[in-house]
C-alpha cells in the first residue's frame, strides 16, 4: 500500500505548469525560426555587452549549449562574436540589426505566451498566484540544495 501524502503534490504542479508552458513557449517561437534559447541571448546581449560566458550564465547554458546557440545566431545573421569594446581579451555576442528585430518580435510572442497562460486565472488569483512564486524563488526556493548526485535542471526564464 501506498503511502498517503500529507500535502499536495507541489514539484507535480511547478513541473507539469512549466513543462507545458515551455512546450508553448518552444511551439510560438518556432513560428519564426527560433528556439527558447536563441531568444534568451538576442535578448540579453541586446541588454548590454556581454560576454558568451555571461549570457550562458543568465541562460543556465552550459558551454556546449551555448556555443551552438551562438553558432545558429551567427550562421542566421542574428548575432556575432566580437572583441569587447572594454576588455581587448574578451569576446561579447554583438546582436545584428535582423537580430535585433526578431528579438523584439520574439519578446512579444513570449509576453503572449505568458499572458495566454495567465488569462486562465481569474484577474485576483493572477496577481497572488505571481507575488507567491515571487516570494518562492527570492526566498525558501532561491538557491538549490546540495546533493551527492545534482538534480536535472530546467533553463531560467529569460
Keep these: 500500500m501506498a503511502p ?8 507535480f504542479l511547478l513541473d507539469h505548469t512549466s513543462h507545458v508552458l515551455r512546450t508553448r513557449m518552444t511551439a510560438a517561437l518556432a513560428e519564426i525560426g527560433l528556439t527558447t534559447r536563441m531568444h534568451c541571448v538576442l535578448v540579453h546581449a541586446l541588454e548590454e555587452e556581454r560576454t558568451q560566458i555571461q549570457l550562458a550564465e543568465l541562460g543556465d547554458m552550459d ?23 572594454t576588455d581587448r581579451r574578451a569576446r561579447i555576442i554583438a546582436v545584428t540589426a535582423e537580430g535585433a528585430s526578431l528579438a523584439h518580435r520574439s519578446q512579444q510572442i513570449v509576453d503572449q505566451v505568458h ?18 512564486l515571487g516570494r518562492l524563488v527570492t526566498g525558501h526556493l ?9 538534480a536535472r535542471r530546467a533553463r531560467q526564464a529569460s
Design 4 to 11: 498517503a501524502r500529507t500535502s499536495p503534490d507541489l514539484s
Design 63 to 85: 558551454k556546449t549549449t551555448m556555443v551552438v546557440t551562438v553558432d545558429a545566431l551567427e550562421k542566421a545573421g542574428l548575432a556575432e562574436r566580437r572583441p569587447s569594446s
Design 115 to 132: 499572458e495566454d497562460a495567465l488569462a486562465s486565472l481569474p484577474a485576483d488569483e493572477r496577481e497572488v498566484l505571481l507575488r507567491a
Design 142 to 150: 532561491e538557491t538549490p540544495a546540495e546533493a551527492p548526485r545534482a
